[in-house]
């Protein structure tokens, strides 16, 4: 077997690459005034290029009075070549002390003169610090994996890193990525994850000051969701401000407004101003923050909104879209909007994985809580009778549980009443959805009971009951009692207690 001496070639290259004895061509690189010339040996650049064995066998490269061929490179920057150099005569790169721009630039480089292997050394390098990388200034390593198809693989690691730490990233600048994501079609899912970020966070983009600066296509991509956590008349006041802000000719102050001035935001404003829910607005803010820009909005929707506010149970025609997640209002000291939805489509029979929109069907009307109204069943009846449907959600005491049911009926009467569509639930952590655990009603026959000497009560015998004046519930469906049981077990205790618990009239919206 032959004995291979490359470290004796790589030495012999580097002196070489020092001396630049008998050079024959020179490279000028970089822009004036920040330009450099490199004495170069066009033989050992074909032979490791070939973009060099092209640019030195045909016209490309000029002969100067000396006789030396020049080739002029004003796109590369001149530290970037010098290390091109180094490797092409050396095999050597020192990616650690390099900064990050001059990388990003190598590989372009690397790229340009078809050094496939300096090309995988510097994506590999890249892909090994890439969250680094994509923090230091997201944007330009973004469109750089986009505007070259020759970096496949890197683009992929890039696009799943982003989209692992999307939350990170929106924080560092949401603005400038919002702006280069939204029309390109590499960032599809980097996108959705985006969406579902900024509707749960819109103050990381509405926080901040050059929020302004938000393309039309991103504002109109977010309030066209309906489960965007913004009420709507903050949303109004943020449109107008950024439609002024297109127009620097505009005042602030509306009062100024000439019809001209609102015929120019109107036009800037319009396709936005459709995706506005004003009948989700309540009609004070609506006539401090919308009515003083009425000039804005075709006659017939504010004609349709002020019938909407005046005239009772006055159905909207126009605009019409669902409760967005921002304007949802809950009287609840229990609970949160999440679980809120978890009712809503365990009421409708979905399931809790159920991908659907952030849309909740129903209003939630706070009826009774114990802690303001007492433990009393006379007053629970009182609150809670000839209501008709309602949901009963009570907190364990030194514990992150709630329990409770569902009555599709109403509580009024002395009797047992047979519904199909009952349930009792519990869950083990508000935090933690996928532990809520639903008991649908098996015996139908006695699904809820009715008593005034009782709270709510779920079943025979009964499977969830709250006593007259008592903190102390139980669950029999849970217990070794001979009693009618209605529900399938799902873990709520035979007996606990309970800190407070409230009463939600439920009503199809």
């Known amino acids: 077997m032959a004995t291979i001496y490359s470290s004796d070639v790589t030495d012999d290259f580097k002196k070489l690459y020092e001396t630049k004895e008998d050079y024959d061509a020179i490279i000028i690189a970089g822009k004036k005034p920040n330009f450099k010339e490199f004495q ?100 330009k390593m973004l469109d750089l994996v986009i505007c070259h198809n020759a970096f496949v693989n890197l683009k992929t690691v890039f696009l799943e890193t982003l989209t692992k730490n999307c939350k990170d990233f929106l924080r560092k600048d949401p603005i400038k990525i919002m702006n280069f994501i939204i029309y390109r079609d590499e960032f599809n899912e980097f996108r959705k994850v985006s969406l579902e970020i900024i509707c749960e966070n819109p103050e990381l983009l509405f926080n901040s000051d050059e929020y302004v600066s938000l393309e039309k296509g991103v504002l109109m991509w977010i309030f066209n969701c309906d489960d965007l956590e913004m009420r709507e008349s903050e949303i109004w006041k943020r449109l107008i401000k950024w439609g002024i802000a297109k127009h620097p000719t505009l005042q602030n102050d509306i009062t100024k407004f000439t019809l001209k001035d609102f015929k120019t935001l109107e036009k800037t404003l319009h396709e936005l101003i459709q995706l506005v829910r004003f009948h989700q607005i309540n009609g004070e803010e609506f006539m401090f923050e919308v009515w003083p820009y009425r000039h804005l909005i075709s006659d017939n929707l504010i004609e349709d909104i002020l019938h909407y506010f005046l005239v009772s149970n006055a159905v909207s025609h126009y605009n019409v879209f669902p409760v967005r997640w921002g304007n949802i209002k809950l009287d609840t000291v229990l609970v949160n909007k999440n679980f809120i939805l978890l009712l809503s489509k365990w009421i409708d029979k979905k399931i809790i994985d159920d991908k659907s929109l952030k849309e909740i069907r129903y209003d939630f009307n706070l009826l009774f809580r114990s802690s303001i109204d007492g433990y009393s069943s006379r007053i629970f009846h009182q609150r809670c009778d000839n209501k008709g449907a309602t949901i009963v959600i009570a907190k364990m005491s030194d514990s992150n549980m709630l329990v409770g049911g569902y009555n599709p009926l109403d509580w009024n009467g002395n009797n047992y009443k047979c519904t199909e569509d009952s349930f009792i639930f519990l869950l083990n952590d508000l935090n933690n959805l996928q532990s809520a655990k639903i008991g649908r009603v098996t015996n139908c026959n006695y699904a809820v009971y009715c008593n005034n000497d009782y709270g709510p009560n779920f079943g025979g015998g009964h499977d969830l009951y709250a006593p007259n004046n008592s903190r102390n519930w139980y669950c029999s469906s849970n217990s070794n009692i001979l009693s009618i049981h209605c529900y399938p077990i799902i873990g709520i205790p035979y007996s606990f207690t309970i800190s407070d618990y409230e009463v939600f009239q439920v009503v199809k919206n």
């Open 40 to 139: 170069v040996h066009s033989l050992i650049l074909r032979t490791r290029s070939s973009y060099f064995h092209c640019a030195f066998s045909t016209n490309w490269a000029k002969r100067n009075n000396d006789g030396y061929l020049v080739l002029k490179k004003p796109n590369i920057n001149a530290l970037v070549f010098e290390i091109i150099l180094k490797y092409l005569y050396c095999g050597i790169v020192d990616f650690q002390s390099q900064k990050n721009e001059i990388i990003l630039e190598l590989l372009v480089a690397a790229d340009e003169f078809g050094i496939q292997r300096l090309i995988n050394s510097v994506q590999e390098f890249l892909i090994q610090n890439c969250y680094k990388f994509l923090r230091s200034d997201p944007i």
